[in-house]
């Protein structure tokens, strides 16, 4: 049977084979396999040629026993509502295992941002933050950038809020500009935690970043940076990169400055060009024989039908659900180590969660300060994931990280619902 790639269903898969193992209460799992509150909205916006087209948004929360609801929005022509049920679980549970005092949401709007003007997106953001407005806020639901969403949505989504609550609460959004209390280091913060983890699982796995090789699947917020990064930081090489249309492969390894040169002037990274430089496709770039492979694009990348072909040592999900559930089972059956987003990943709700620190108490912090608590924030999460791991291996089960991390993330959830007498 073919593998069902629902992101939502796959979400719940993985929930209900964490609660089997770590043997959850199950008035606990019933709870935490829906989502709590699920908003759906009609936007309707005068387009530049006069006419008016109605866009559907959507905003999940998905739990929010340990605080306000947290996580982005998406601004995607093929979002669904199951995708963003998916992701506001997926939100929850990162929050959680980053031990930040939120819950989990997630919002979207179907649009293709590539075919709209400025005003028109920003029509859009205005809409979606109208409809919104009374039901988010620092201690209610904090959205933030997700996929084809930036600073300045965030810009336009805090200005409507303010205008319709008469509050300056910078607090209510993160991902903002810097002139608006955003905050310089939440930029790179998704990319430079996936570092650290990414740091910390080649210590274990004695593998010389130096020495490696890196290949990189997206070249937006998560991936353009992954890739500054590991070389910057760790002085991996990457041989590999992508975007939507394509992606560019050198043995030799890939300048930077001439990947931005190809995407600005061509649109695609894929146009890259060097001596030993070919195109490659976002299927083949997975397949690459690599040290670390990073898919940091979108959902079900690495499925049961390619992932026999993965060949990496160590697989980074810089994305929101790149992987499958059958695909896990295959990559820990290969014994390539896949590190599950929600861990990952989780540099970027760690960044907003700074920022959010930063606008409510009004005491504003350096980059470099921004850094190290990173650092040592993601390092924990790392090291909390692979004790879990090593307890049930102590007790003669084998589970994977994606598994070691849920159960951290759900038992938190779940205690914490108990205290507030949920079940
Ligand atoms: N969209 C990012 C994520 O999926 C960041 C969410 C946030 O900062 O709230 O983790």
């Known amino acids: 049977m073919a593998e069902d790639l629902n992101p939502f269903k796959i979400a719940q898969t993985q929930l209900d084979k964490a609660a089997e193992i770590m043997k959850l209460d199950k ?45 982005g929005i998406r601004f995607h022509p093929e979002e669904t509502l199951d995708t963003v049920k998916a992701l506001s679980a997926w939100m929850t549970w990162k929050c959680s295992l980053a031990d930040i005092p939120f819950g ?5 709007v179907i649009c293709d941002t590539k075919k709209m003007n400025d005003k028109e997106i920003e029509a859009v953001a205005r809409g979606y933050a109208r409809a919104l407005a009374t ?28 205008n319709i609550t008469r509050k300056n609460e910078f607090g209510a959004i993160t991902g903002k500009p810097v002139e608006l209390w955003g905050s310089e280091g939440r930029m790179d913060s998704t990319a430079r935690g996936g570092m650290f983890i990414m740091r910390e699982a080649m210590k274990r796995l ?14 937006g917020n998560a991936g353009r940076f992954a890739y500054e990064l590991s070389d910057k930081m760790l002085g991996a090489k990457v041989v590999a990169i992508s975007d939507s249309e394509g992606g560019v492969y050198d043995p030799d390894g890939l300048d930077l400055a001439k990947l931005d040169e190809a995407k600005k002037r061509t649109g695609s990274v894929q146009n890259y060009r060097s001596k030993n430089a070919e195109k490659i496709t976002n299927e083949k770039l997975l397949e690459l024989k690599c040290d670390v492979l990073i898919p940091a694009a979108i959902e079900n990348q690495v499925r049961g039908d390619n992932a026999d072909r993965i060949n990496c040592k160590l697989l980074l999900e810089l994305a ?14 290969k014994g390539i180590v896949d590190l599950p987003d929600f861990l990952v990943n989780s540099g970027g709700v760690v960044g907003s969660y700074y920022e959010w620190v930063q606008n409510i108490t009004g005491d504003y912090w350096d980059t470099d300060t921004f850094n190290a608590k990173l650092d040592k924030k993601l390092t924990k999460s790392f090291l909390d994931t692979m004790n879990v791991q090593k307890e049930y291996a102590d007790k003669g089960q084998k589970i994977n990280p994606r598994m070691a991390a849920y159960i951290i993330a759900i038992d938190r959830v779940a205690k914490a619902m108990k205290a507030r007498g949920w079940y």
């Open 104 to 108: 989990g949401g997630k919002g979207g």
């Open 27 to 71: 008035q606990a799992h019933a709870i935490l396999r829906e989502p709590k509150r699920t908003l759906i909205m009609s936007i309707p916006v005068r387009m530049s040629n006069g006419q008016t087209k109605v866009f559907t948004g959507f905003r999940v929360r998905y739990n929010d026993a340990r605080g306000p609801a947290k996580g």
């Open 206 to 219: 004695k593998l010389n970043p130096k020495k490696s090789t890196v290949a990189i699947q997206g070249f």
């Open 135 to 162: 039901d988010m806020g620092p201690e209610v639901d904090i959205p933030a950038p997700d996929v084809y969403t930036t600073p300045q949505i965030m810009a336009w989504i805090l200005d409507e809020y303010i």
């Open 320 to 333: 929101n659900g790149p992987v499958t559930p059958e695909a896990t089972d295959t990559l820990f059956e």
